[in-house]
């Protein structure tokens, strides 16, 4: 069917419909929606596990959700409309969320972003999730970067960082907001690595780390990760000298258990290590004091909500994304 059968009026007048037919509801119904959300996924994704992970975000940050599956080419436009709603722990007024879902063939995912225009809620932010970062790169879906305050990807499903960072190079716009999952998987690192180096004078200061990950070749997340140290430790003209990376078993990780392996720095009177094999244990040792912690493997919903609770440009990514070539260049 061509999208002038789905324009973006009809898709708006079943919502209305729909809600007119919740409101007879015995319950109450608080209408909530702060943001216009855009999940455009490939046909590889699972749609229970994508509708899933957008009804767990609706919780925290209510939007106007637009589903974007693409398929194979010849592949039938279709269109849903839905309400989403849930009953808050202790009150009986009930909090609903408005979702469409579009599905589009490869050849006719130019007819999707007149429609997606029409969709947006006025004076509302846009947010775009895009897991499949080839998907991101189509020609078709420019009109919707553009459109999109923020832009939220997952250079994981990549296993080169230079290939990653083509690709994040391409998507970086002057006022558009880019964010990746690989780097809210680090945040549990950055915290106590920022945790362990603060309050150091210079004496105390570490002057070399080594990073070691499991499964050629070098991954995005070791990337971000020592970029993220040469910003914080002043290290931008001494990358190479600096900061040692290196494979520590080639044989790849299952998907989502992580690739990165330790981290250690070392100085005339500073040595931190952070080792963590596969699985969620991690074992810190500072300046000869040993313990314990857990980094647990989390799934796509916590990190957006943590993305999506960034408010403006996170001047630490931004910062770490200008050492990137540096560190590249450092890689084997």
Same mark, same amino acid.
């Given at each position: 069917?061509?999208?002038?059968a789905f324009d ?5 007048a ?7 037919q =919740? ?5 109450g119904? @608080? ?6 959300? !855009?999940a455009?996924a490939g046909? *590889?994704?699972n749609?229970q596990?994508l509708?899933?992970?957008l009804?767990?975000? &609706?919780?925290?940050h ?5 589903l974007l ?8 436009l279709?269109?849903?409309t839905?309400i989403q709603?849930?009953? $808050?722990f202790? #009150?009986? +007024?009930? !909090?609903c969320?408005?979702?469409?879902e579009?599905?589009a063939?490869?050849? %006719?995912?130019s007819?999707? $972003?007149?429609?997606?225009? *029409?969709?947006?809620?006025?004076d509302l932010p ?10 991101a @790169?189509?020609?078709? =879906?420019?009109?919707v970067?553009? =459109?999109?305050?923020?832009?939220i990807?997952? %250079?994981?499903?990549?296993p080169?960082a230079?290939q990653?960072w083509?690709e994040? +190079?391409?998507?970086q716009g002057?006022?558009?907001?880019l964010?990746d @999952?690989?780097?809210a998987r680090?945040? #549990? ?8 180096l603060?309050?150091?004078d ?6 070399? /780390?080594r ?5 050629e070749p070098?991954p995005?997340?070791? &990337?971000?990760? /020592?970029?993220w =140290? ?25 998907p989502? %258990? *992580? ?18 094999p596969?699985?969620?244990?991690l074992?810190?040792?500072?300046d000869g004091?040993s313990?314990?912690? @857990? ?12 993305e999506?609770?960034?408010? *403006? ?14 560190v590249?260049?450092?890689a084997?």
């Open positions: 069917m061509t999208a002038a973006s009026g009809r898709l708006l079943q919502l209305d419909e729909q809600w007119r =919740l409101g007879k509801s015995e319950t119904v @608080l209408r909530a929606c702060s943001m216009t959300l !855009i455009a046909a *590889g994704r749609p596990e509708g899933a992970t009804a767990e975000l &609706m919780r925290e209510p939007s106007r959700t637009i599956r693409v398929g194979q080419a010849g592949a039938p279709e269109t849903r839905s709603c849930w009953m $808050p202790g #009150r009986r +007024q009930q !909090i969320c408005e979702q469409i579009i599905a063939g490869l050849d %006719s995912l007819d999707v $972003p007149p429609i997606l225009f *029409g969709l947006i809620v006025p846009v947010a775009l999730w895009c897991p499949d970062l080839d998907l @790169l189509r020609p078709e =879906l420019r009109p970067l553009a =459109l999109a305050g923020k832009v990807i997952d %250079s994981s499903c990549l080169a230079a990653a083509q994040i +190079q391409t998507l002057a006022r558009r907001r964010a @999952l690989v780097w680090l945040t #549990r690192w950055r915290e106590l690595l920022f945790q362990a603060s309050g150091r210079q004496r105390h200061a570490p002057f070399k /780390a990073i070691t990950w499991a499964g070098f995005p997340a070791a &990337m971000y990760l /020592a970029a =140290l040469v910003s914080r430790l002043g290290w931008q003209d001494q990358v190479k000298e600096r900061v040692e990376l290196a494979c520590e078993d080639p044989a790849m990780p299952p989502g %258990s *992580g690739r990165l392996r330790s981290l250690s720095l070392e100085g005339e009177s500073c040595a931190i290590r952070l080792r963590r596969a699985g969620e244990a074992a810190i040792e500072i004091v313990a314990g912690a @857990l980094f647990p493997v989390f799934d796509d919903a916590a990190l957006l909500r943590e999506l609770g960034v408010p *403006g440009f996170d001047q630490q990514f931004e910062q770490s994304l200008t050492f990137c070539p540096a590249l260049e450092a084997p």
